[in-house]
DNA sequence: CTGGATCCCAGCCGATACTG
DNA sequence: CAGTATCGGCTGGGATCCAG
């Protein structure tokens, strides 16, 4: 990794980007915006699981990281639009290749749970 | 993404992978382990901040994973080493791409934090 | 429609003590 | 050395109600 910062101590700016790309709704949300700007209640019908309270600090906290954009039309009722900066687009690049090898070892993670758990839960 | 998993329901693989990488922790032994396997305590003295119950925990949750390998050596006082194995090491490799997003954009995150905070902060 | 404000509980995590 | 066990505080996040 980088031998230029020490990444087991804080104050390291890889364990700085480690915490925001460590939440799990911001990645969510980051590759939900990858196809065009989508409305706050939208992503949070698209997004299965998310309350509407983490949905608004999350959007917050990638807001202020300049990873996403926020634009109040004044519609009536108000209509508010979130999407990619291209700062936000290159980190959701970067993260399609987890999500790769994510598709691609899965099996093999399912059966190492499977096998840990066989060797060691059976308590019979 | 994948058109063939809704990566924003439940029940998909790269949803699940995504609470695995979104574990700090968890990322920090496996890039600690790059080099070659490193035993419990030494762990513990290098990541700064974990506590002996997370280690153990975030260890084990790898280690069923299939990403790590736990060996115990018989010696007085017992030896255990953690390594990566060939599953773990193909990850760690994956994660480093985003080590590297965030040394090379760092400066941009924190340049955007700042306009922010200067925008909304100042009641005065 | 887009959130902010509250209440409240579950789970997490640190600290400490103990075991093989 | 390498953990497990237990307790207790703190907070993240869900549910609900309300406002612009």
Redesign the interface.
């Known amino acids: ?2 031998q ?2 020490d ?4 104050r390291c ?12 709704w911001a ?2 949300i980051l ?2 915006l ?1 196809d065009g700007p989508v409305r706050f209640n939208h992503l949070r019908r ?4 998310i309350s509407q309270k983490v949905l608004s600090q999350t959007l917050k906290k990638i ?5 996403v954009s926020r634009t109040v039309y004044a519609t009536v009722p108000v209509t508010v639009e979130y999407a990619l900066t291209p ?1 936000g687009r ?2 959701t690049e ?10 691609k ?2 099996d ?2 399912l ?3 499977q ?3 066989a060797a060691t839960a059976p308590p019979r």
Chains 1, 2 share one sequence.
Do not use: C, F
Request: no cysteine.
């Open positions: 990794m980088s230029a910062y990444v087991y101590n804080d700016p890889t364990r700085m980007v480690l915490d925001r790309i460590a939440d799990k990645v969510l590759d939900r990858q698209d997004i299965h699981g807001e202020r990281d300049g990873l700062l290159t980190l970067t993260v399609r290749t987890l999500a790769h090898w994510a598709e070892n899965m093999a993670v059966a190492a749970q096998a840990y758990d």
